[in-house]
């Protein structure tokens, strides 16, 4: 909170600040616009380069895979204005961990994707005798290096974004509001890794529903306390 206000006084003279020195180049305020630096991760298919179209304002096709860069976007919130810089398209499987790290640690923010087709799958499960899922696993996997990488803390939020819900049937069997507790059920192994429900947020919906979409996007960004 006091960094806020520090900003706020450095925002009236227009000068560039530096927030707090951990977060050199990161996290700044330029103007009234707040800059902000995303990492977008995840596991294959679950919709990580549609999440970057949709913040870049583009049409939910899947764009060429491959690491490509885009141009900085702004967006504006409630009020509030946002410069998300250019996002860094990655891979999803264990070898891309290696530039996640990079993209992490150079992030003010960690957006963690997530396919409610990979949760319905291991609710289904979950019953049956059988070895963890491979996508849980990966999922939990993923979260312990999270928390290694970056030392999540609310200044450095982690958003999990649970994509793909249109493809999950126990969203129109359950209703709304128990559909989300129930993902946020399926989720609390790795909300609890990465430090908790002050430090993670959880965002759902339908990347292909573009009403859905830039709710999404709005919530991510809303999440940048
Ligand atoms: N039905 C549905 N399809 C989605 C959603 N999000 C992404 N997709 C599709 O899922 C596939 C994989 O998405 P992509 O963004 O390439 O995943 P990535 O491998 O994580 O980058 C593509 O065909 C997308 O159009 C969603 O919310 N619902
Ligand atoms: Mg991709």
Do not use: F
Not at 10 to 18: E, Q, Y
Request: aromatic share 4%; hydrophobic share 35%; with cysteine.
């Amino acid at each position: 909170m006091e960094d806020r206000k520090e900003s706020a006084t450095a925002v009236a003279t227009g000068a560039a600040v530096v927030v707090s020195s951990a977060y050199l180049a990161i996290r700044y305020v330029r103007g009234k616009t707040i800059d902000l630096r995303l990492a977008v991760l995840g596991q294959e298919g679950v919709g990580k380069s549609t999440l970057i179209a949709r913040l870049m304002g583009d049409a939910p096709t899947a764009p060429p895979p491959g690491e490509k860069i885009r141009k900085d976007v702004k967006i504006q919130v409630d009020g509030r204005r946002y410069r998300v810089r250019r996002p860094v398209d990655h891979g999803g499987s264990e070898h891309d961990w290696g530039r996640w790290k990079e993209t992490a640690q150079a992030s003010g923010m960690v957006v963690y994707v997530i396919s409610a087709e990979h949760l319905q799958t291991e609710d289904q499960a979950a019953g049956i005798e059988g070895p963890t899922p491979h996508t849980r696993h990966r999922r939990v996997a993923d979260a312990e290096q999270l928390q290694l990488w970056i030392d999540p803390s609310p200044d450095k939020p982690v958003v999990l974004v649970v994509t793909h819900t249109d493809t999950d049937s126990r969203c129109d069997e359950l209703g709304l509001h128990s559909y989300g507790a129930q993902l946020r059920e399926q989720l609390t192994e790795i909300i609890n890794l990465i430090g908790g429900d002050r430090t993670v947020s959880l965002v759902s919906g339908s990347l292909v529903d573009d009403g859905d979409a830039t709710r999404i996007v709005h919530e991510i960004l809303m999440a940048w306390r």
